[in-house]
């Protein structure tokens, strides 16, 4: 009887540690949201490590837990890994400095056509104008992608691989959201 109580008591406190990396977790993507609205690169990947860090902590949780649940209810392994299958079966998301739109050159326009000096400073400026605004789309595109894959992660918080994979990427859609903003 004090097994089966201690053993509760385990998936209870199981249970209290996902709930609480849950909100940790949902906190951290608040502050994502406003790091990336206020360009901050240089905050973000201590925020990740926070969640690598919860992410971490409830993976020995889940481990512990799957331990309990075969001593209680003798759950195979093969039926509670269902759920983490279904998770994992999605896709993690990718998206490379390939799939962000071209920041157009000078070495686009086939024949610029200047006649005089104003045609070209014409021209350069709306070359300008039109970088700038590719540039702004390219961040963001990466930007949404970043919060986009971090929130899946936290999402997934009782699927450690589904989260250890998402958190990967998320590390990667960090760095070329940052050289997008740099």
Known sequence: ????????????????????????????IRELDALLRRREHAAVPVLLDRLDALAAEVARSEADRTV????????????EG????????QAVPRLTSDDLPRIPTVHDVEDPGDSTLEDM?????ALA???HEVRLERIRIAAGHL??????AVDSFGTPDATAALL????RAYVLWASCVR
């Open 82 to 89: 269902e759920l983490a299958d279904a998770v994992g079966a």
């Open 168 to 171: 990967v990427e998320a590390r």
């Open 121 to 125: 400073w014409e021209r350069d400026q």
């Open 147 to 152: 919060r986009t894959v971090t929130a899946r």
């Open 68 to 79: 309990v649940r075969r001593i209680l209810f003798g759950v195979d392994a093969d039926e």
């Open 129 to 131: 104008s039109r970088q």
């Open 1 to 28: 009887m004090r097994t089966a109580q201690r053993a509760f008591d385990e998936i209870g406190r199981c249970n209290r540690l996902l709930d609480h990396a849950q909100e940790s977790g949902d906190e951290a």
